[in-house]
Nanobody, 122 residues
Framework: VQLQASGGGLVQAGGSLRLSCAAS????????IDWFRQAPGKEREFVAA????????YYADSVKGRFTISRDNAKNTVYLQMNSLKPEDTAVYYC????????????????WGQGTLVTVSS
């Protein structure tokens, strides 16, 4: 199984971006997908998660109300819609997957995607 993260870029504060995490080799509804981010000099931070099967969503307080995680089973992809972006959202964003388990920011993932850089200018 491979996870492919994409969609990062440069955006002004207040703008929007949509990140994608595409899965290959496994139906994405069998995988809990978490998004993390890591800013320069900081520890990796949980951002959002969508659980396998039932699709329950979780968010970090720092992004609640601004970010939305969703899943498109037909495209085998999980999205992270990021609105009202702030400079402090600048980071490399990663998606991680846990097969047929619910893992929310806790570690022990089966798969990791490569990072995609999000830069929010003030």
């Amino acid at each position: 199984v491979q996870l492919q993260a994409s969609g990062g870029g440069l955006v002004q504060a207040g703008g929007s971006l949509r990140l994608s995490c595409a899965a290959s080799g496994r139906t994405i509804s069998t995988i809990t997908i978490d998004w993390f981010r890591q800013a320069p000099g900081k520890e990796r931070e949980f951002v959002a998660a969508i659980t396998w099967n039932s699709g329950v969503r979780y968010y970090a307080d720092s992004v609640k109300g601004r970010f939305t995680i969703s899943r498109d089973n037909a495209k085998n992809t999980v999205y992270l819609q990021m609105n009202s972006l702030k400079p402090e959202d600048t980071a490399v964003y990663y998606c991680a997957g846990a097969l047929s388990r619910t893992v929310v920011g806790a570690g022990g993932y089966d798969y990791w995607g490569q990072g995609t850089l999000v830069t929010v200018s003030s």
